[in-house]
């Protein structure tokens, strides 16, 4: 008796190559649909899985393939005598392959104005429970669900004369779970969307397929790879890159704390971000695109040296010259014009990414921990200067008010403890990762020199004592920035006023650990 293959597929890729070769092999090929449709336009020998079953596509085709002659063909045990009296008795034939892809869920949604209705009509049934059902059985079949996997099986089936290993058929079946798990994962992250909580539900799953292997980790002793969420291809898996060698583990890392503190910003007010081990090491928005980059640059040039540059619009010729001054690793922008190509050009090593959609990204930080992992909302709360506490007898001005809404915006992404002075947008000090809060003031404050006079200086998390403020007091910070929350809060606002400073509480804590 020939061998039986079952072809039932969504993207039509590769398979009428695949399908001939199965012909030539001397399978018999089942297939519902669109499939059997398109094979027969080929002229390619098909039996609709309809003909085949005795019943017919019911409920607008939402039914096809859910069957006990296609289900048992394919979860029958072939060494098992029972088994095999079952087929016999049923008048069902073992299936050899089962192709199958699903229907575009994640495509679907990504569309401007989905409705949830025809999201759920793309929700695929039959399609994960052949998948399933033929990983489950893969010691007598083999199954395909992706058009990628087709030449490494029509290769394995000649070099093997038919008789594919176990070995490749257990891989197949391994893919083949991980993408029902991709599949059902991105389904149910919709329906989490659709009922927005803060609460974080009973369960959660990740799923990734590879993007590319990577040369090496954090360090070169430490294997790496990067995987992208779901089946359509978003975040940086989607950015375009114009030039430039191979994206590190290092560089993907920080060019992600990157994309997440140039958001913070309107794409209508020029900004540019420069970051070293995730740390901006400067930050500032200007007239223009090339002026904002200058400002980020020269807060820190010693530290910006091999450094990530974050752009919140398309780089134009100006900016592109002024990026080619340096050795940088990374930029990334949303866009690149002709004239500012040609000047990159120059950097030949220079990484030039385009992500035209910055702000797409996470909506939940993920961290793994032995036996498990912790999951968070990001933080991504927008500053709301009206809902501030003034405490200090001296009043903000405008343009202090607006000059600590733009170091709050970024403090957020310094490591904690994190202390942030900035003057006329700019960063003029930054200090990071310190074990406790003093040492990063006084860090900051030696960092950013006499340009501090007349700055505002932010803080992540609360004061607990009043050394800090004395000390920001003397080299020329006229306005603070903090959350407030400690029990010693009222000598932090006493020094202030003796010292006529600003001092507001945003009463939200923003560290990063």
């Not at 093997?160 to 994962?185: K, W």
Request: some cysteine.
């Amino acid at each position: 008796m020939s061998r039986l293959a079952l072809l039932s597929v969504s993207d039509k890729t590769g398979i009428l190559a695949l399908a001939r070769q199965l012909v030539e092999f001397g399978f018999e090929i089942i297939s519902s649909g669109g499939t059997a449709k398109t094979l027969q336009d080929a002229g390619i020998t098909v039996t609709k899985v309809s003909d085949y079953t005795g019943s017919p596509e019911i409920l607008g085709g939402r039914v096809k393939t859910l069957h006990p002659r296609i289900h048992g063909g394919i979860l029958a045990r072939q060494d098992l005598s029972e088994d095999q009296a079952d087929l016999a008795a049923n008048n069902i034939r073992p299936l050899n392959l089962v192709v199958v892809n699903l229907y575009p869920f994640e495509k679907t949604i990504a569309q401007p104005n989905v409705t949830v209705s025809e999201a759920i009509e793309k929700i695929d049934i039959g399609g994960p429970t052949l998948i399933r059902a033929a990983a489950k059985n893969y010691q007598y079949l083999t199954v395909l669900c992706s058009p990628d996997q087709y030449e490494n099986y029509l290769t394995e089936y000649r070099q093997s004369q038919g008789e594919l290993s176990l070995e490749f058929r257990q891989q197949m079946a391994g893919y083949a779970f991980s993408h029902t798990n991709s599949y059902d994962r991105a389904i149910s992250a919709y329906f989490a969307n659709l009922n927005q909580s803060e609460d974080l539900g009973d369960s959660y799953s990740i799923a990734g397929s590879k993007v590319q292997s990577l040369r090496y980790g954090e360090n070169p002793h430490q294997s790496a790879a990067w995987y992208q969420t779901g089946t359509v291809a978003s975040g940086w898996a989607a950015a375009t890159k114009l030039q430039g060698k191979e994206l590190s583990y290092n560089n993907l890392v920080d060019l992600e704390a990157a994309r997440r503190i140039i958001t913070e910003f309107d794409p209508c007010e020029p900004a540019a971000a420069v970051l070293k081990h995730t740390n901006p090491c400067g930050a500032a928005v200007g007239a223009t695109l090339a002026e904002a980059y200058e400002k980020a640059f020269n807060a820190d040039n010693i530290s910006a040296f091999g450094g990530i540059v974050a752009l919140n619009q398309p780089i134009d010729g100006a900016t592109a010259i002024a990026l080619t001054k340096t050795f940088l690793e990374c930029v990334v922008a949303p866009g690149c014009n002709e004239e500012a190509r040609e000047i990159l050009q120059a950097k030949s090593k220079l990484r030039i990414l385009l992500l035209p959609d910055l702000i797409t990204g996470q909506k939940e930080t993920i961290k793994a921990i032995a036996g498990g992992f912790l999951v968070q909302k990001s933080d991504d709360q927008i500053e709301d200067p009206d809902q501030w506490q003034i405490v200090t007898e001296k009043q903000p001005t405008p343009e202090q008010i607006a000059e600590m809404l733009f170091a709050q915006k970024l403090v957020k992404h310094v490591k904690s403890n994190a202390i942030l002075v900035s003057r006329d947008r700019t960063t003029l000090g930054i200090g990071a990762g310190q074990m406790n809060r003093v040492g990063s003031v006084k860090i900051t404050l030696e960092q950013a020199g006499d340009k501090a006079q007349g700055g505002v200086l932010a803080s992540d998390g609360f004061f607990p004592f009043d050394d800090s403020v004395r000390t920001a007091a003397a080299a020329g910070i006229t306005a603070i920035i903090q959350p407030g929350g400690s029990i010693r809060d009222k000598d932090s606002i006493a020094a202030a006023n003796e010292l006529g400073l600003v001092m507001v509480l945003s009463g939200t804590r923003h560290f990063l650990h």
